[in-house]
């Protein structure tokens, strides 16, 4: 049975930093991309960062570059999210996803197949 389960998610104040993990049972994801999505009160689940499997290639929401990095490490079938620089509306519950396309370039624009269950984010002002 697959399974992400992310972790770090919690309460920060403006201009502060969290790191969300995510680990993924089940089967190894080393070779698919993954993923970081989110979804804040009364909003549409939007894709944060996205990594390719080997890591060359990254994407980041326009509302997140420069402030976030995304990072994984086959090895021990992880993703993290670092995020820096939070603010107020970055509050949202976030979802860690892997996709099942072998090694597909593409990081968005798609389905994401395998969900972790969210991690609450709160950024205080």
């Known amino acids: 049975q697959v399974q992400l389960v992310e972790s770090g998610g919690g309460l920060v104040q403006a201009g502060g930093s969290l790191r969300l993990s995510c680990a993924a049972s089940?089967?190894?994801?080393?070779?698919?991309?993954m993923g970081w999505f989110r979804q804040a009160p009364g909003k549409a689940r939007e894709l944060v960062a996205a990594?390719?499997?080997?890591?060359?290639?990254?994407y980041y929401a326009d509302s997140v570059k420069g402030r976030f990095t995304i990072n994984r490490d086959n090895a021990k079938n992880m993703v993290y999210l670092q995020m820096n620089s939070l603010k107020p509306e970055d509050t949202a519950v976030y979802y860690c996803?892997?996709?099942?396309?072998?090694?597909?370039?593409?990081?968005?624009?798609?389905?994401?197949?395998?969900w972790g269950q969210g991690t609450q984010v709160t950024v205080s002002s």
């Open positions: 990594i390719s499997w080997n890591s060359i290639r990254t």
């Open positions: 089940g089967r190894t994801f080393s070779n698919y991309p």
């Open positions: 996803a892997a996709d099942n396309g072998y090694r597909r370039e593409q990081l968005f624009g798609y389905h994401y197949d395998y």
